[in-house]
């Protein structure tokens, strides 16, 4: 192979992860101005990289671009800058965002080029694993917990507390000082406990709601929600007056029968996260969030599973597989 080529995966058509990924040689991108180009270490597969690829948004019925290399983040270092890019920034250990977000060609590849700001300086001390794993879990995480200001003395709960957002809200609510609150099934229980929760239920307890009461009697100040559609009947009876509910999922049941009378009558406030188009301020509080944290050693990013590149499609379906504790990654050095 040539110093000018890569291996890259990449699909056409939306389909099956074993169907439409291919691996290929492509040449490697130069990056233009205002870029940067990254030689990766390891780039993150993301549940929402597979349902891009499977197709499954409403109403787009083909991809955006004639090939498209999948996924948004990623790690490496700056092998090279274009225009406009200060040369003191190749050789920088950097993570990745918005990888392939309204771009062709994301981060499931040996290079990748994008707009300088999209790759994060990362801390001396921080591993390539975790610098991709920070992009969607991470920033997602710090966002729903943290984006406000911080928890200290305030009780959080976290739906999902195994997955890799719930399990990070859970590091970082406890390092802002707050009391924790979480759910998942049993086979997680020990995962969400090394996070750091306070207390830890079975998400399919009927008696989830008045378990939580019992712990904070008017209710919880803040939850995290990855299941919105599922909970959307429980949420509003844990949840304090004028509280907060922070979402970024809905996958099981993305059509909920809304109950507004109880949300209205609590003044309950509803933010959702969709990491790809948060402001350019919130990022910046949400990256400076998770870099201060990481340097108190109080985050480590779990992985759920480290595949090759040729392996992308399997990377893809265990996204998507129940039960997954952490990020799934692709190391491609």
Not at 24 to 37: A, D, F, M, S, Y
Not at 115 to 138: F, K, N, W
Not at 216 to 228: C, L, Q
Request: neutral net charge.
């Amino acid at each position: 192979m040539g110093t000018s080529m890569m291996k890259a995966i990449t699909y056409s058509e939306f389909g099956i992860s074993t169907d439409v990924l291919k691996l290929k040689e492509l040449p490697i991108p130069k990056p233009g101005k205002g870029e940067v180009q990254v030689s990766l270490q390891f780039s993150g597969s993301n549940p929402s990289d597979a349902k891009s690829r499977a197709g499954n948004r409403p109403g787009v019925t083909k991809p955006q671009f004639e090939q498209i290399v999948p996924n948004s983040d990623g790690s490496g270092v700056i092998s090279a800058v274009g225009e406009g890019v200060q040369e003191s920034r190749i050789g920088q250990r950097v993570w990745i965002w918005n990888g392939q977000w309204q771009r062709p060609n994301g981060t499931a590849a040996e290079y990748i080029t994008v707009p300088s700001t999209q790759a994060v300086e990362m801390p001396g001390d921080m591993s390539y694993e975790t610098g991709a794993c920070l992009g969607i879990p991470g920033l997602t995480a710090s966002y729903c917990t943290l984006g406000d200001g911080p928890v200290k003395g305030k009780t959080v709960f976290v739906s999902g507390g195994a997955g890799a957002v719930g399990h990070t809200c859970i590091q970082l609510a406890k390092w802002s000082g707050a009391n924790v609150i979480a759910s998942g099934s049993e086979d997680g229980f020990e995962h969400i406990r090394d996070a750091g929760a306070d207390h830890v239920f079975d998400y399919r307890d009927p008696n989830l709601s008045k378990k939580i009461l019992d712990i904070v009697p008017a209710g919880v100040d803040r939850a995290i929600e990855v299941e919105f559609g599922e909970n959307v009947n429980l949420l509003h009876k844990i949840v304090r007056q004028n509280g907060e509910i922070s979402l970024y999922g809905a996958a099981k049941n993305m059509n909920p029968i809304f109950p507004f009378g109880p949300y209205l009558f609590k003044a309950l406030k509803i933010n959702i996260a969709l990491i790809y188009i948060l402001p350019k301020q919130d990022r910046d509080i949400a990256i400076q969030a998770l870099h201060d944290a990481h340097s108190d050693g109080a985050l480590k990013m779990a992985v759920g599973g480290v595949f090759n590149l040729e392996e992308c499609a399997l990377s893809h379906d265990a996204t998507l597989t129940p039960g997954r504790k952490g990020s799934v990654l692709i190391k491609l050095k």
